[in-house]
């Protein structure tokens, strides 16, 4: 059995869309394949035969893994959360205290993370340094370039 993972509503949301579009238009298009491949005739020096199902294993494999997600998959529930403390799904503004840049990050489960949108994974090193810290704290983060400090100016949600 998997781990137990977290997700926010839309990304779970998302994750059975994702499912869903695996199962009504991949498989069917797939079978489809391996039925005009059939048609041609030998299938032991098939090559699109082949293709098609490996093709075909491939999506079953990530279809039974999306499965598996899904069913160790929870919600975060945000009424839990403590809105004053840096946590899942803050939305956290930091000052680089030695440059001076502001920057601001969505901490968010790993599997939404999207670090061009401003939204990283909880697990970063970044985000593991912020973890329980409150509005005026100062943090130094160990990360690969060497040692960062940051002020938290504010969390929201």
Known sequence: MNAVK??????????RDELE?????ERPSISQLI???REKGDLSENAEYDAAKN???MLELRISKLEDTLSNARIIDESQIDEHKVSI???VKLRNLKSKGEATYHLVPE????????KISVNSPVARGLLGKSVGDIVDIQVPAGVLSFEIISISR
């Open 111 to 118: 599997n939404e993370s999207d670090i061009k949108s401003g």
């Open 6 to 15: 977290y997700f926010t509503k839309d990304g779970l949301q998302k994750l």
């Open 21 to 25: 579009r695996m199962k009504s238009v």
């Open 55 to 57: 093709e075909q294993a």
């Open 35 to 37: 039925a005009e491949a």
């Open 89 to 91: 799904l803050s939305l």
